[in-house]
């Protein structure tokens, strides 16, 4: 054979076996150009979660970005391709990711896929359990440990790395929680009451000791409607309680609430971060800054 034809041989083999190499990469998550593995989180939250975890170590996508609604999400076509090539899929479970199920019935998809809200203690509204567990900082810090977990089940070579990340990341949100009780102790008790766009805020209420006055949406998912009734009874419920102001959320649209408020004379803050996160560089990115920045609108708005 010619030295030339020999060359040609071994270079089509060569390249035979990287094509091998980058399609094994493409269906195990290693898809990424320095070999990280693909985590892939059906929420924002979960997102930013998983990459304080992950570190230097995987590449973290996320199904739902920030500003839109998850309540009716569907997947798309990239989507699906993402669900392909993950290697780990954190899921939030409780309703909120439901357009998850259908892809999850494929064996290799619930191989990988992991619910990180377990062990977190529900709140139940009108039969429902309520999704918004991270409103409440210390849900969120249990959803990091079950992240770290996760990750370190898939790549036992770094378990150390995720969980001390773990650690320092549930730091910073018992943080966030102290600095949130200091803001909400500036708010006299008599104006604690909260009106919401929906029922996003039933942990962060509760954990902080504020009062639910109603939501313009009377429901845990954004898909309900409120009728005529219903809008009459909370604006005359609004006036019997002196409310200060109406909270409604980034991610809808706040049409209703802000005719409300108009009919009630209160005051709206239409900016909240309900089942969202804000965008990159907003300093509400992460789930801490979130909190934070939502608590301090609150408080500006009940003073």
Known sequence: MKRTSRRSLALFSLLVAVATVLGACGRDGRGTPDGKFQVLATTVQIGSLARQVAGEHA?????VKAGVDPHDYELSTGDLRAIERASVILRHGIGLDSYLDKAANDAATRAKTIVVTGGIELRVQGGESDPHVWQNPLNAGIMTSNIADALAARDPANANDYRKNAAAYRA?????????RELVETVPPANRKMVTNHDAFGYFIERYGLQFVGAVIPSLSTQAEPSAKDIAALEDTIRREKVKAIFAESSLEPR???QIAKDTGVRIVDDLYGDSLGPPGSGADTVDGMLLANARKIADALR
């Open 256 to 258: 209703t609430a802000a």
């Open 172 to 180: 910073t949100l018992e943080d966030a929680d102290r600095q949130i």
């Open 59 to 63: 590449d973290v996508r996320v199904l």
